[in-house]
């Protein structure tokens, strides 16, 4: 009798290591994870035009006594005329305090357990965005409910993103991470989108389940990271990934002297790290000062303060926007506005291959970032005649400006969380992570406020324009070290280039063959002094 042949589906199991499915199950946890943060988060800005829309033939609930105007049917307080003041304060609460917790939650996820930090983020943002939809139920039409409920969700959404992208950085190395990451990174991009349709699905009934049903989901997901998330692979006797490939090595010359650049790469290793280590010789948690010290993270996070400026904006105002301009339902505007996200889903993928291909975060952040400019102020312009060419400008906005806010906040921080001058610790990873992100939550604050400061879109526009073009500027260093790497040699000796440092090749030289150049030069160069 022949014996049964494999079948296909197992083979295929069989096909992957078992590292291979505990990182790919950490990686759609986390994902999912994320996915309910963002969710959680979008309903404010769908929910903003039922709190305030021209009510002229319209039958429901709100401020009833006062039918003879166009704003009767509006959710007290934000029926007067500062209304969108009032959405900027709420905007804002939300947001200096997340900007304000950020750079505390790195250090806190560095120091505690990151299931269970997750785990009490979760449960917690479950009940305040659920609360938030309370206030429709409870009838509550006191501002200071609301803007208290925004102030601290704000704080507890802090606990998701320095843990996530620190559990995540612990099971990757540093190979494909841009790829990899910028598929990760696409939880943004898709809870938005499903924040948005589940809030449009309630929002003209019942708004208040716009809060309440993303509420549930995070809470849920909280309980799924209490049962199943695992932080380290060494937790399950899985291999720990490479963060740094053996043979990528500084580059050959430096600014400075010759017996610099051929001192032991031991000796410049030795010197090179920042990282901490208790008597045992375990490393520690890093400091905030010592997190700042890393090469990069000063440069991408200024660098994210105006790139989530402006990703933020369109996040929370984008939805009131295509409402006023284009004379949609609110159900309607939230349903298009979501097309910036999927368009947010492609640059962030897109961004992370051409990193990955050409080795240059920079540069690939810059490029797409000066092509955005452009192409806001052209979507400022045509964005409103007809559907098709909303549909076309909002992805391709959505790419550009989403694409380096997805680069910098993932592969580029798990890049400088594992830097080589840490030692090959991710302990620093977190508190990386929240640094860059902290700083860029402060943009993300400020374009909303300006945004409702603002009483005009063209200067709305206008502002984010200029954004673009300042994050492209405080990128300039990187790139030109950078594309110098890249195009040009490290230094020549009488028309002999030593080392052209270029991505994907190897970068420099053995250290006995530099050795020897430089014996070899020394005899020439004290011919040459003698002779001065």
């Known amino acids: 009798m022949a014996r049964a042949t494999v079948p296909p589906g197992i083979r295929c199991i069989q096909a992957f290591s078992r590292d291979n499915w505990y990182r790919g199950f950490t990686l759609v946890l986390t994902f999912l994870f994320y996915t309910s943060y963002h969710l959680s988060r979008k309903p404010i800005s769908i929910v903003k035009s039922e709190l305030h829309k021209n ?20 959710w007290a307080p934000f029926d007067k005329p500062n209304y969108r003041m009032l959405f900027a304060a709420l905007d804002n609460s939300f947001l200096v305090t997340y900007a304000i917790g950020m750079f505390l939650s790195g250090m806190f996820g560095e120091r505690l357990p990151l299931r269970y930090y997750l785990t009490a ?33 704000g704080l507890v959404q802090t606990t998701g993103w320095p843990a996530v992208v620190a559990c995540v950085g612990n099971w990757f190395g540093k190979g494909k991470r841009g790829f990899i990451m910028g598929i990760w990174n696409s939880h943004t991009s898709v809870g938005n989108i499903l924040g948005s349709l589940i809030a449009g699905v309630f929002v003209s009934s019942a708004w208040g389940l716009s809060f309440i049903v993303p509420g549930a989901i995070i809470a849920a997901m909280g309980i799924v990271c209490f049962f199943f998330l695992v932080e380290y692979p060494e937790d399950v006797g899985c291999t720990p990934p490479k963060h740094h490939d053996q043979r990528e090595q500084e580059p050959l010359i430096r600014h400075g002297s010759m017996e610099e650049i051929f001192t032991s790469p031991s000796d410049a290793e030795n010197e090179g790290t920042i990282f901490p280590s208790d008597q045992m010789g375990e490393p520690t948690a890093i400091s905030f000062l010592g997190a700042l010290k890393i090469p990069g993270v000063i440069e991408f996070s200024l660098c994210l303060l105006f790139a989530k400026l402006v990703s933020y904006t369109f996040l929370f105002w984008l939805p009131l926007y295509i409402s006023s301009v284009a004379h949609l339902n609110p159900k309607a505007a939230g349903d298009i506005s979501t097309l910036f996200d999927v368009g947010g889903i492609i640059g962030g993928i897109l961004a992370g291959i051409i990193s990955d291909y050409t080795g240059g975060r920079a540069t690939t ?13 052209l979507y400022n312009y045509i964005g409103k005649n007809g559907l098709p060419t909303i549909i076309g400008m909002l992805i391709l906005c959505g790419a550009l400006v989403n694409g380096p806010y997805a680069l910098i906040t993932t592969a580029v921080a798990a890049d400088l969380g594992t830097h080589k001058c840490l030692k090959g610790n991710a302990k620093a990873l977190s508190t990386v992570t929240a640094i860059i992100d902290g700083t860029g939550s402060i943009g993300a604050a400020l374009g909303p406020l300006l945004a409702g400061l603002l009483t005009d879109w063209n200067k709305v526009f206008y502002m984010l324009i200029a954004s673009d073009i300042l994050a492209c500027l405080l990128l300039s260093r990187l790139v030109y070290k950078e594309i110098r790497g890249c195009c040009g040699c490290s230094m020549r000796v009488r028309g002999l280039c030593l080392a052209p440092s270029m991505s994907g090749r190897k970068k420099s030289i053995e250290y006995s063959e530099k050795k020897n150049l430089f014996n070899l030069l020394r005899p020439s ?3 040459i002094s003698q002779r001065d």
């Open 525 to 527: 160069q004290r011919l």
């Open 121 to 153: 983020g979760m449960l917690l943002s479950g009940l305040f965005t659920a609360l938030f939809g309370f206030g429709f139920y409870w009838n509550i039409h006191n501002i200071w409910y609301y803007v208290v409920i925004q102030i601290a969700n």
């Open 365 to 377: 952040c810059w490029v797409m970032l000066i092509a955005a400019a452009p192409m806001l102020f």
């Open 55 to 74: 009510c002229s033939g319209t039958a429901g609930y709100g401020n009833a006594s006062h039918r003879d105007n166009d704003t009767w049917c509006d």
